[in-house]
């Protein structure tokens, strides 16, 4: 079993950056790949990033491409979400996530395909 705490999430001007955490509990992170989701009011949840459980591979919504990367720590049990650029329509909670099977060796971009998540964190971008 994983758990998964974010931190990071705040209030920041457009053209500023962020940098989520994702810690996780359990022996077993390293074996996961991880994924960012952001969800706004009023809207379903969407897929922001994904890693291997390497780390040796990434994907990205086009709509953060470029500006957002997402990396992860495995010897600190952690996965990040650096966030540049910023725009007011990236105003979200943003949460991680844990994929359903150990060694995947393809990320996935569906909610369905995630297990264990965290509880959020907001992210507020004034224009």
């Known amino acids: 079993q994983v758990q998964l705490v974010e931190s990071g999430g705040g209030l920041v001007q457009a053209g500023g950056s962020l940098r989520l955490s994702c810690a996780a509990s359990?022996?077993?992170?390293?074996?996961?790949?991880m994924g960012w989701f952001r969800q706004a009011p009023g809207t379903e949840r969407d897929f922001v990033a994904a890693i291997t459980w390497r780390g040796g591979s990434t994907n990205y919504a086009a709509s953060v491409k470029g500006r957002f990367t997402i990396s992860r720590d495995n010897a600190k049990n952690t996965v990040y979400l650096q966030m540049d650029s910023l725009k007011p329509e990236d105003t979200a909670a943003y949460s991680c996530?844990?994929?359903?099977?150990?060694?995947?060796?393809?990320?996935?971009?569906?909610?369905?395909?995630?297990?264990?998540w965290g509880q959020g964190t907001q992210v507020t971008v004034s224009s």
């Open positions: 996530a844990a994929d359903r099977s150990h060694y995947r060796s393809q990320l996935r971009a569906s909610v369905g395909s995630y297990y264990y």
């Open positions: 359990g022996r077993t992170f390293s074996s996961y790949n």
